[in-house]
């Protein structure tokens, strides 16, 4: 399965979008972070990281794990978040995708599927 290049990851204008976005977090991504921010969950993440041509929420790279959360704007774009999954799946990449509302109202249930993920793709669960 073939992988990032390094070219790919080092796009000078996705690594300024990225940083715009984490200084421009959804209240529930500031949410999903503070769980997942210095290994909390065993495992590290990146926030708004560049996986060219896309910017992930939070990426695992140990784990190839991409946790995306979900607003109201992706309702109307499902074929474009279809692409974009495949094309990460393609590179070994999961993909797991939580909605504001899971965040808000579940928190406990988002982290459980989250740490789930992350046994999926540990050899010694």
């Not at 708004?48 to 992930?56: F, K």
């Not at 074929?79 to 797991?96: A, E, N, P, S, T």
């Amino acid at each position: 399965m073939p992988s990032l290049t390094l070219s790919e990851q080092k796009n000078p204008e996705l690594i300024r979008r990225a940083m715009e976005l984490r200084q421009n977090m959804t209240p529930e991504e500031r949410v999903i972070w503070n769980e997942l921010r210095g290994n909390r969950l065993g495992a590290h993440f990146r926030r708004q990281q560049p996986l060219a041509p896309y910017i992930v929420d939070f990426y695992c790279h140990a784990a190839h794990l991409v946790v995306e959360i979900d607003g109201s704007p992706h309702r109307d774009q499902q074929g474009y978040d279809r692409v974009r999954d495949d094309y990460l799946m393609r590179r070994g990449i999961q993909v797991l995708r939580l909605s504001n509302e899971s965040v808000r109202n579940d928190l406990a249930s988002a982290i459980a599927s989250i740490r789930a993920a992350l046994r999926r793709k540990d050899p010694n669960p």
